[in-house]
């Protein structure tokens, strides 16, 4: 609860809850819906004690930066399920497994996580390690895993995670 | 108007049962070339990239074509549930596997493979 509104994200958190609940039972008598306003207020209670209602707990503010990033992150996706594709069914085994360390912008704990996360959502490169501003990343292909591959993902997930004006 | 709007509510209706089976059938095949990888790739880390087809692709499009199927909103809510958790833990859950295996000191094959396994067919 460093900077913000905490009762925005506690605003948040009771809108995601509630929606969750009614998604899960679709039931609408009054007993069920006086059961779920019950969890839901023990969930909240339980968030506010625990005191995880900051950015992170409910980071409902950027998801429309996610929204425009999740696009991109699928056509990435895509892209590279066929190369792994391909790989895999290949007669002849032709990977170049390489270690590659990657130099993140991102500043947030937020964004570094979306970076790492998309880096392993698409298939051909894992995040082995998370040091500071570097990130070991294993990939399939060591001619498609050369540190600039990475840039125009980790601009994308910054501005997803932060916001425009943030990071370097 | 009208008429054609219900033509194309029809046409949905129709189309979306084989749509949603043919769209299962291709995630089930892609999980599959996904094991396929798993068994013809060399160590840990590079296994772990074919498995990850199963995760996004696979598991997307299965999503998808049980969407497409599903009989109300209800159970797509459900879907849409899953996916969100599948793509928020899977990646979690690969990181995990890499780090620990890089923190317990297991070294990645580095380097062409294919070329490699030549040489070794020469020396042998």
């Known amino acids: 609860m460093e900077r913000g509104a905490p009762v925005a994200y506690f605003l948040g958190l009771l809108v995601a809850l509630v929606g969750f609940w009614l998604g899960m039972s679709g039931h609408f008598s009054p007993l069920l819906l006086s059961l779920g306003a019950l969890s839901v207020a023990v969930c ?6 625990l005191d995880i209602i900051d950015r992170e707990g409910a980071p409902y503010v950027r998801i429309l930066g996610y929204a425009m990033y ?32 990657v130099k993140t912008t991102c500043r947030t704990d937020l964004a570094k996580v979306t970076f790492a996360n998309s880096i392993t959502l698409t298939p051909g490169t894992v995040t082995v390690e998370v040091e500071g501003d570097k990130m070991l990343v294993h990939a399939l292909y060591e001619q498609e895993a050369q540190p600039e591959a990475f840039e125009d993902m980790d601009r994308r997930s910054r501005i997803a995670a932060d916001g425009k004006g943030a990071g370097a | 108007m009208g008429d054609l709007i219900a033509n194309i509510a029809d046409f949905w209706g129709m189309a979306r049962f084989p749509l949603g089976a043919a769209l299962c059938l291709g995630g089930g095949i892609l999980c599959l070339i996904g094991s396929v990888g798993v068994l013809r790739f060399p160590d840990f880390y590079t296994r772990l990239h074919a498995a990850s087809i199963t995760d996004t692709a696979g598991a997307i499009l299965i999503l998808l074509g049980m969407g497409l199927m599903a009989p109300g909103w209800l159970v797509v809510s459900k ?15 690969s990181h ?29």
């Open chain 2, 79 to 93: 879907l849409v549930a899953i996916f969100v958790f599948l793509f928020l833990t899977g990646p979690a859950s």
């Open chain 2, 96 to 124: 995990a596997a890499a780090n620990a295996a890089h923190t317990a000191g297991l070294q990645p094959m580095i380097g062409p493979i294919g070329q490699r396994s030549d040489d070794d067919e020469e020396a042998a």
């Open chain 1, 70 to 101: 999740f696009p991109w992150l699928m056509k990435e996706i895509v892209k590279a399920n066929i190369t792994v594709i391909r790989a895999c069914v290949k007669a002849d085994l032709d990977i170049a497994p390489a270690l590659v360390k």
């Open chain 1, 44 to 49: 909240l209670i339980l968030a506010y004690r």
